[in-house]
Structures are given as structure tokens and as C-alpha cells.
Nanobody, 123 residues
Framework: QVQLVESGGELVQAGGSLRLDCAAS????????MGWFRQAPGKEREFVAA????????KYADSVKGRFTISRDNAKNTAYLQMNSLEPEDTAVYYC????????????????WGQGTQVTVSS
């Protein structure tokens, strides 16, 4: 059983940057594809980014390409989401998730989820 804990969400002005962390425990972190999702008020949860087990490859939603970067440090059992050029439309609760598999490009259900961290971008 993998436990995931997100941190780093806060209130930031448009154009600013934030880094979200996702600390994992209870499993072999390097065995999992890691993903980030977000859910804005009144909207469904949506995919943001995912990275392979090694971190060598990544997939992004079109809405964040060129602005967000997903990464991971398997030695620290932590995944990251660096968010630059933030926009009010990025306001949401951000969740990290883990799933078995190898490729971040495959659409598949995630097995484990964190509790989420709130990101608010003011205009």
C-alpha cells in the first residue's frame, strides 16, 4: 500500500511560480508511474502530467505544456510538479497519484492517490 502526501500549494499571483511535492511511502516508489491531476470547483478532475518510473519521459496536458514540468527523485521517494507562468485558470486542488506500469503515455487508472493540495492563482 502506497501513501502519498502532497505539499506546496498556496496562493500566488498570476505569472508566478510554485513547486508541488508528493512524498511517497509504503511501497517501492521507483516501481510506479507518477501523475498529477487537478480539480477546479464545479469541474471534473483532469490529468495534468505523468512521468515514467525513471523520470526519463513525461506526458503533459495541452493546457500546461511549456509551463509545468513533472519530475521525480527516486532516492527521495518524491515526485514534483514545477508550475511556472501560473494563470487564474490553474486554480484547483492538485492531486498526485501512482500506478503500476511503465509508460506515462498510456491512459490507465491510478491505484493510489494523495489527499490534495490547494493552489489558488489570483489575477
Amino acid at each position: 500500500q502506497v501513501q502519498l502526501v502532497e505539499s506546496g500549494g498556496e496562493l500566488v499571483q498570476a505569472g508566478g511560480s510554485l513547486r508541488l511535492d508528493c512524498a511517497a511511502s509504503g511501497g517501492t516508489f521507483s516501481s510506479y508511474v507518477m501523475g498529477w491531476f487537478r480539480q477546479a470547483p464545479g469541474k471534473e478532475r483532469e490529468f495534468v502530467a505523468a512521468t515514467s518510473r525513471s523520470g526519463a519521459s513525461a506526458k503533459y496536458a495541452d493546457s500546461v505544456k511549456g509551463r509545468f514540468t513533472i519530475s521525480r527523485d527516486n532516492a527521495k521517494n518524491t515526485a514534483y510538479l514545477q508550475m511556472n507562468s501560473l494563470e487564474p485558470e490553474d486554480t484547483a486542488v492538485y492531486y498526485c497519484a501512482a500506478r503500476r506500469g511503465t509508460s506515462p503515455f498510456i491512459t490507465a487508472p491510478y491505484d493510489y492517490w494523495g489527499q490534495g493540495t490547494q493552489v489558488t492563482v489570483s489575477s
